[in-house]
């Protein structure tokens, strides 16, 4: 960081906001010279709670306006002017009055004008005034006769409050009216800003309550809607609460309003610290219930007698000076637009409450308050910024949407080509162990068959020889068919079964009574489970047809809520409890249990299949798919 540079940058960034401030005082203060218009700076003064003006006014003192003083005694103060030559025949005048807090106008003794009789009659109904009051009078010639005149002002206002009075004008009505056309100008100002930044809190609002994870924009709404209320006087007709609260409600924003513009310049410059959070925090924690307190017993802004002017201007005057040693420091190490307009805009706001306050409490010299246009000026900006803000978030959220498209996209076809070459992967170590499955089927049972039945050929009649042959092809089908149903299904694989079986059954003499109900796909028939399965049934109808003495046989199935049970019956002479297991059942359970499910064996059968009471039934449980 060069020196030189950032010195020469802070000194404009200063120097800038200075003259702007300078510069709008000094043309809102001009005034046209007309030699029609006549400003009535000398008064006579007294102190005196007289109902009219009194008779020692002629003799009263003179003092040069503009008149700024703490109420004293009654808190009212008569004034006496004497006017300039009547106006000419049939030339309208107008008087104007720049005034606080409230004023009567007499002329020549006789009552003028009372713009505020309810204030001045019911204490109760006394509101509190920012700023100076206007007041424009027109002056027929009828009113105005030749010889001398004399005005007098009843200047009145509570305890502890401030009576202030800018020399009237008086002149030709057009002429008046063409020289009030700056406090015109500002009051139209002050309605202006007030009302854009109403809406912009509304704004600022509704998208930091959708947007909650940067809170930059609810303290942004914040601070404008702080800033609309503390233009409200200004623009307001009556005030909405009664003067202790709604000055108290106007301190608080005061101070509340400062310190958010510290944390929103912080936020731009991107040193919102924990440090300056409590820092804001103790500050507030501190001034508001001095603020309040002050408030609620009226003390004057202008009383510098007590301490408590001292430090409200002293803790508002912390605040602004942070705020601009923020944006100092930003622009110091990014000198772009936006911390420009930041050093600024900030600067103006601190320069402009520093000589506002200065010229209205401690110098009591004319002067124009300006803050509004600080205020203007700030709230527009913020609006600027925060759109700019929320446009380049919108597009970075926009890239980064961009971004994971194109890394998802990326991805799914990475993921999709994974997917396909393990399924290909998948497909071929399939294939490869149905092919050894049916090897090792082939040379494990149709291998040995017929390597039996070569052995056993000569011996045979041409019939058992056929038969023989027969058995062996049906071993082959079998195995070809669990081949072909991959999935696991039950009741493509029972179906299947009973289509090979059915010339072997009629060949045995038995019948068949098919009660398959319920066959659903079952993972561990998949792969080697189809097998195994068939060969359980092949080794039932084996076992039945040589010891049972069946004549039917009944296949089915039944569920319970984690398994499918195959049920094999049949209607022999059944098995004796005592004798023991022998070979053809430990077969079956073993391949049961290859299936990962259980045996059990029955006899008689169950009534609920047969009802002879003899018979002998298996039950295979086979375990359902778990529910994910």
Request: contains cysteine.
């Amino acid at each position: 960081m060069a020196w030189p540079g950032v010195a020469w940058r802070w000194l404009l960034a200063l120097l800038l906001p200075l003259a702007l401030v300078a510069g709008v005082q000094w043309q809102s203060l001009q005034q046209e010279s007309d030699a029609r218009l006549v400003r009535l700076s000398e008064w006579r003064t007294l102190a005196s709670d007289a109902a009219r003006p009194p008779s020692e006014l002629a003799q009263a003192p003179t003092v040069t306006l503009p008149l700024r003083r703490l109420s004293e005694g009654t808190g009212v103060l008569w004034l006496e002017a004497d006017l300039p030559s009547a106006p000419r025949e049939g030339e309208v005048w107008a008087l104007a009055l720049e005034y606080r807090p409230y004023v009567r106008v007499y002329l020549n003794g006789a009552l003028l004008a009372d713009p505020d009789p309810d204030a001045l009659a019911d204490p109760s109904r006394r509101q509190l005034l920012v700023g100076m009051r206007h007041l424009q009078l027109t002056l027929p010639s009828t009113l105005l006769q030749a010889g001398s005149q004399r005005l007098q002002l009843r200047l009145e206002a509570p305890l502890t409050q401030r009576q202030s009075l800018n020399a009237p004008m008086l002149g030709p009505r057009e002429v008046v009216l063409d020289q009030d056309a700056s406090r015109r100008m500002w009051q139209a100002l002050r309605g202006f800003t007030a009302g854009g930044a109403v809406l912009a809190a509304l704004f600022l609002g509704l998208v930091g309550w959708v947007r909650r994870e940067e809170p930059l924009y609810l303290v942004s709404a914040a601070h404008v809607a702080l800033l609309a209320l503390l233009l409200a006087p200004y623009v307001l007709s009556q005030q909405p609460l009664p003067t202790p609260w709604w000055r108290m409600l106007l301190d608080a924003a005061d101070l509340i309003a400062k310190a958010l513009q510290v944390a929103v310049v912080a936020h731009w410059a991107g040193v919102w610290t924990p440090g300056l959070r409590r820092f804001l925090i103790a500050v507030l924690a501190a001034g508001l219930p001095i603020d309040l307190w002050a408030a609620f017993h009226y003390l004057s802004w202008s009383d510098f007698s007590h301490p408590w002017p001292w430090w409200a201007l002293g803790s508002r005057a912390l605040l602004l000076t942070t705020a601009l040693g923020l944006a100092l420091h930003c622009l110091a190490r990014r000198p772009s637009i936006a911390q420009w307009g930041n050093a600024l805009l900030v600067g103006l706001s601190a320069f402009t409450w520093a000589w506002v306050s200065l010229a209205s409490l401690a110098l009591r010299a004319p002067m124009v308050d300006s803050n509004t246009l600080a205020h203007a000026g700030w709230v527009l900006w913020v609006v600027l910024m925060l759109q700019r803000h929320f446009v380049q978030s919108a597009r970075r959220e926009k890239a980064l949407r961009d971004e994971l498209s194109r890394e998802l996209k990326r991805r799914t076809q990475a993921l999709e080509a994974a997917y396909a070459a393990k399924a290909q992967a998948e497909r071929e170590q399939a294939a490869g162990e149905q092919r050894q499955r049916l090897l090792q089927d082939l040379h494990d049972g149709l291998g040995a068959r017929l390597l039996t039945l070569r052995l056993q050929a000569r011996e045979l009649t041409p019939s058992k020889l056929a038969q023989a042959i027969d058995e062996c092809l049906l071993e082959m089908r079998l195995s070809v068919d669990t081949l072909t149903e991959d999935q696991g299904d039950l009741g493509v694989l029972l179906g299947s079964w009973r289509h090979r079986v059915a010339g072997m059954l009629r060949s045995a003499g038995l019948e068949m009574d098919w009660r398959v109900m319920d066959a659903p796909t079952l993972p561990c028939l998949r792969g080697s489970g189809a097998l195994e399965l068939v060969r359980f049934l092949q080794e039932a109808l084996a076992n039945t047809v040589r010891h049972a003495q069946a004549r039917r046989i009944t296949v089915g199935t039944s569920r319970t809520p984690s398994h499918v049970i195959l049920w094999w019956i049949d209607d022999g002479q059944g098995i004796d409890p005592a004798a023991p297991e022998g070979t053809g059942r430990r077969s079956l359970a073993a391949r049961a249990q290859r299936l990962g499910g259980r045996l059990d064996v029955f006899s008689p059968a169950p009534r609920d299949w047969l009802d002879v009471g003899t018979g002998t039934a298996l039950a295979l449980s086979l375990p359902l798919p778990k529910l994910t």
